[in-house]
C-alpha cells in the first residue's frame, strides 16, 4: 500500500500512517524456524503516528487500521480513513472517515459507504472534500463530496455527472477536480455548495491524472497523450492549452507511430459504447487486417484517449506489425456514471462479453478487420474475459493471451482476497445461493468446445487471482480429446501482474510470437517455449 502522511500547518510536525515493526519476541521465532501463517489472523493494524521534529514520535490512539491522513489547516484536527481490519477487502470497502484531534480523541465521524479515494481540507478548515460513493455497491469511487469539519452529513457536489471524478483538489474557496468522461478528461471546478460549476480545460486526447494545486491556482498534473506516455504538465489560468514541461521518453520523437481514433458503435441490445482503435501503422485502404482485442481489468475500469501501450497491450507494437489493436469500453466500464458502471453487476459473462462481440463485429462489418484472424488479450477481468473468448466464444477467436485471469467462478470467490467487493459489487450473491449463476459464469464449464489457441500467464504469488485459476483452466483444456495449443507460463515472484523488467520482457515477447503464430503465421502446434530475449537491429 502507499503510506500516507501529511504535514502540520505550522511545518513543526508530520502525521504519518505507518505499519508496526515487527517484535523482537516475531523475530526470535522466525530466526528458529516457525514462520507459519495463520491466514487472515495475523494481521496488525496500520498506526497514526505524529512525529514532531523537536520531541520525536508519538504513536496517537486511534479504533481501527489508519489508511489516509490530512492535516486540517488550523491545526487542530486530522482527517484519517480507518478500517476495521487491514485486509485487502476492507481497504477497498470498508474505509470510514473520521476527523479527530492530535491526540486521538474523535472530533467527528462522516458514515460514507463502500469505496473511498482522495480527500483534502479547504483553506478554510471548514470543509473537507472527498472522493466516494453513494451506495456500497458502486464498483469505483467517483463522487465528489464535501462534509464539514466535524464530520456528519455529506454533500454529493454533481450526483447527475456520467462519468467519475478520481482527482481533486482546492483552489481558494472552490473545489478543482479531473473528471473521466467518455474516452475524456475534463478540469472543472465547482463550489463546494454544487454551484458554479465550470469547466476549465479539456483537450481530446490529453488525458490528466494526479492533481496539484499551488497557492496561486496554478495547476500541474501528470498526463498522456496518444503519442507520449506519462509526463508533467502545467496549467496556469487564463491559459488556453496545459505544457508539457518534462520529456522522459525523447527517443519517441524519432519514431513514427500508428493512427488512433475513438470508435463508437451498438451493442445488440442498442446500448452504445465507446472503444479506442490503433490502426496498422502502414494500412492501406481497402484491405482487412488481423486484430488485437484488449480487454480492460476490473472491470471497474476505463480506457483514456491516451498513450494505451503496455507490457501487456501490445498497441504501438501491435500495429507496427500490421495489427488493429481495439480497446472497447464495455458495460461495467467507469466513465459513464454509476448506472452504466451498475449495469453488469450479477450478471457475469453475459451483455459484458456480448459488448466485446459487437465491438469486433463493428470492426469487421465497417470493412476494416479479417473474420478470421481475430486474437484477444487482457489481464484480471479482462483475463477473464479472454478465458471466455477462448471457452465460449471460441468461434469467434483465433488466438488468445490470457493474464492472471479467472476460469473458473466458484474457486475464485473461495481463493481470493477481496470476496466481500466480489460478492457486493460484482456477483450479489453468494455461490450458495445460486450454484447455476457461477458455474455457467465459469469458462472451464465450456472448456470441451475450446478450440482457440491459448497462452495461458500468471504471476506464481497472484493475492488477487490464485494461480490455481490459470491451472485449472489449462489443466480442463489439455484433458479434452481433441485439445486447442495450449501454454501456461508462470512467473515466481510475480503477483496481480508483472513488476520486474525482465519478467515484462519476456510476456512482451510471449504474447507477441503467440499472436503472430496463429493469427500471421502457420499455427498448428505452440512455438517454441524457449524465448531469445536479443534486441537486434534490421541491419542483423
Known amino acids: 500500500m502507499r503510506f500516507s ?21 516475531q523475530k526470535a521465532l522466525k530466526a528458529k524456524g516457525f514462520s507459519q501463517i495463520i491466514f487472515e489472523e495475523q494481521w496488525q493494524a496500520n498506526e497514526l503516528v505524529i512525529h514532531q521534529f523537536d ?42 472517515i473520521r476527523i479527530i484531534s492530535p491526540d486521538g480523541t474523535v472530533i467527528g465521524r462522516v458514515e460514507n459507504p463502500g469505496k473511498l ?48 471524478v478520481w482527482h481533486m483538489a482546492w483552489s481558494g474557496d472552490d473545489l478543482v477536480f479531473v473528471s473521466y468522461e467518455g474516452v475524456e478528461t475534463r478540469l472543472g471546478t465547482i463550489s463546494p455548495d454544487g454551484s458554479n460549476e465550470e469547466t476549465v480545460y479539456q483537450s481530446a486526447g490529453v488525458i490528466l491524472a494526479d492533481l496539484s494545486v499551488n497557492a496561486q491556482g496554478e495547476m500541474a498534473f501528470v498526463a498522456t497523450t496518444p503519442e507520449h506516455p506519462r509526463e508533467v504538465y502545467q496549467w496556469a489560468s487564463g491559459e488556453n492549452e496545459v505544457v508539457r514541461v518534462t520529456d522522459t521518453n525523447q527517443w519517441l520523437a524519432e519514431v513514427t507511430l500508428a493512427r488512433q481514433s475513438v470508435v463508437t458503435y451498438e451493442a445488440v441490445d442498442g446500448l452504445t459504447l465507446q472503444g479506442l482503435l490503433i490502426w496498422p501503422l502502414n494500412y492501406k485502404e481497402g484491405e482487412r487486417y488481423p486484430l488485437i482485442l484488449g480487454v480492460h481489468g476490473g472491470p471497474e475500469a476505463h480506457y483514456s484517449n491516451g498513450w494505451l501501450t503496455t507490457y501487456s497491450l501490445p498497441g504501438q507494437v501491435a500495429a507496427a ?31 459484458e462479453f456480448s459488448d466485446l462481440i459487437d465491438g469486433v463485429d463493428h470492426l469487421i462489418d465497417s470493412g476494416l478487420v479479417d473474420r478470421d484472424k481475430v486474437g484477444i488479450t487482457g489481464g484480471s477481468y479482462g483475463g477473464y474475459a479472454t478465458a471466455w473468448g477462448a471457452t465460449y466464444y471460441t ?8 493474464n492472471v485471469g479467472l476460469a473458473d467462478k466458484i474457486a475464485m470467490l473461495g481463493t481470493s482476497d477481496i470476496a466481500q467487493e466480489l460478492y457486493l459489487v460484482h456477483y450479489r450473491t453468494w455461490p450458495w ?21 491459448i497462452l495461458i500467464l500468471h504471476g ?77 537491429s534490421e541491419d542483423e
Open 321 to 351: 506489425e500490421g495489427y488493429f489493436m481495439f480497446y472497447p469500453n464495455y458495460r461495467g466500464s467507469t466513465g459513464r456514471g454509476v448506472e452504466f458502471t451498475l449495469s453488469s453487476q450479477g450478471r457475469p459473462a453475459k451483455e
Open 117 to 164: 479515494g482522495a480527500m483534502a481540507w479547504s483553506p478554510s478548515g471548514e470543509m473537507l472534500g472527498f472522493i466516494g460513493t453513494t451506495l456500497v455497491r458502486d464498483p469505483r469511487e467517483g463522487r465528489l463530496m464535501v462534509a464539514s469539519s466535524s464530520g456528519g452529513a455529506y454533500t454529493e457536489l454533481m450526483p447527475g455527472l456520467e462519468g467519475h
Open 460 to 536: 506464481a504469488s497472484d493475492p488477487r487471482v490464485d494461480p490455481t485459476q490459470s491451472r485449472i483452466l489449462y489443466r480442463y483444456l489439455v484433458l479434452q480429446d481433441d485439445p486447442p495449443p495450449t501454454r501456461l507460463v508462470l512467473y515466481p515472484g510475480e503477483g496481480h501482474g508483472n513488476q520486474r523488467a525482465a519478467s515484462r520482457w519476456d510476456y512482451s515477447l510471449r504474447l507477441m510470437r503467440w499472436m503472430n503464430h496463429y493469427l500471421k503465421g502457420e499455427g498448428g502446434e505452440p512455438p517454441p517455449h524457449e524465448i531469445d530475449y536479443q534486441l537486434r
Open 55 to 96: 520531541q520525536g514520535a508519538e504513536t496517537v490512539p486511534v479504533e481501527g487500521s489508519v489508511q489516509q491522513v490530512a492535516w486540517s489547516p488550523q491545526g487542530d484536527r486530522l482527517a484519517i480513513s480507518v478500517t476495521p481490519r487491514q485486509l485487502v477487502d476492507d481497504t477497498l470497502m470498508f474505509k470510514k
Open 433 to 453: 445461493e445460486n450454484w447455476d449463476l457461477y458455474r455457467e459464469a465459469s469458462p472451464i464449464y465450456y472448456a470441451q468446445q475450446a478450440k482457440t489457441p
Open 395 to 402: 468461434e469467434r477467436f483465433a488466438a488468445a493471451v490470457m
Open 5 to 25: 502522511y501529511s504535514f502540520s500547518p505550522q511545518g513543526d510536525a508530520v502525521a504519518l500512517v505507518v505499519a508496526p515493526p515487527e517484535s523482537a519476541e
